[in-house]
């Protein structure tokens, strides 16, 4: 079974989003919150609450896992990046704190349930704190105002007729895209709230996956589940010749270096295929395969140019349902990718996300945050040899698929299986015991 169609199949009555029983289910779960991390709230209304619980700051271990993908998949890579001696005067620009330090959050900000199943993609707006998409299965785009006072929901596209698998936001902010298990693509106006365009998959098939080209906004690359990896034309709600290209399986993620030009592409078959993009046509050229884990499949891919300030080296971020995060090197112009760590969180069976934290900083080690399948955040070192999990959030009580940070840290979003998105606060003055990093 896929794991779009298993997702699909998993969502039930309980979670319909007016149901008494849903109600009945939230207001329990404040309780049990509060009852665990001694929090005084009001349980009336989770939509308008804003409640402070703590994160786990103890350092877990690194979970168990039950299936993982051989080593004779992956092409070893060892040595980490470690910050030279000169960087230790500019250290002093963030604060001189830990990495552990830095991500150790104060608890919730916010919690929204404006969806009756679950959040398929997050995504913060660009350079923007505030806003803040959601995708859902229940056939629903949401944006959030996360820093008003209170938070609340600014408009729900409503517009698809099944699942929501995929949305983002154009360089500017002015637009959001979404696909769809109806297979269609929409194109969203955020500040009239409407839809501008409608376009339907050229092989009427589901749409699993969508991003616009960052070096041309004018253009969105979408993947369906037969295999196509499609270029549309917004403004004309067009197909390009030359815009398509054929992969196996199911199109789950797809990823953009920052010119456009580099694309990845991940399946539900464990495979990454890069792709040469011509800006002015649209035209797809396809470059390198790499097989992750066969038949274990790659649900999020994400792009950085580098890893802190002195390693500045492309990488990519891989979640694979084998159990496993990937971190990968990109190695030259054909986007071909070199395994440089690999960590292992719950991961089997739901379209789990990750994302690279975005503060560059001359502070030893980097970060990324993952969600998982046993409920809860992940936050993990990728320098760090020995237990890089830095912290764990658990508020969720179900699978965590999506997750967000906002430009500046301030914010991470995080929503699960049941549709809850959960903003998490972070401060620079937290601080974690010294024994507990060691």
Known sequence: MSVVAGIHKRRVYLF????????????????????????????SSIHSRSISVRSSSRISESPEISRFPSENNFVSEHGALVPTKQAEASRAIVGGTTIA???????????????????????????????????????????????????????????????VTGCDWSVSNDLVVSCSQD??????????????RVVKDQMGAEMLSCLFQPGNNNMVIAGNSRGMVQVLNVSTGIYPRGGSSKLEGMVLALACDASGQLLWAGNNKGTIVSFLFDLETGRLSKLRRLTVAENCPITCISWRAWISREARDPTLLVNCAANVVCLFRVMDKEGSLQLKRNFPIHHKSYLVRSTFCPIMSFRQGACVVTGSEDSCVYFLDIERQEKPCLNKLQGHACPVLGVSFNYDESLLATGDYQGLVIIWKREKSA????QQNT
Not at 20 to 42: A, E, F, H, M, T
């Open 431 to 434: 601080t974690v015991s010294a």
């Open 16 to 43: 319909k989003q007016e149901s008494p029983i849903r109600k009945q289910y939230l207001k329990i779960r404040s309780q049990l919150l509060q009852q665990r991390y001694g929090v005084s709230c009001d349980q």
């Open 101 to 163: 330090e830095n991500y150790a959050f104060v608890g919730v900000h916010h919690i929204f349930d404006q969806h009756s199943a679950g959040v398929t993609m997050l995504k913060f707006a660009n350079n923007d704190r505030s806003r803040l998409c959601c995708a859902s299965f229940d056939g629903t785009v949401s944006i959030c105002n996360v820093t008003a006072n209170p938070p609340h929901v600014e408009v729900v596209f409503k517009g698809h007729k099944k699942g």
């Open 183 to 196: 297979s269609t693509l929409c194109l969203w106006d955020v500040t009239s709230k409407k839809c501008l």
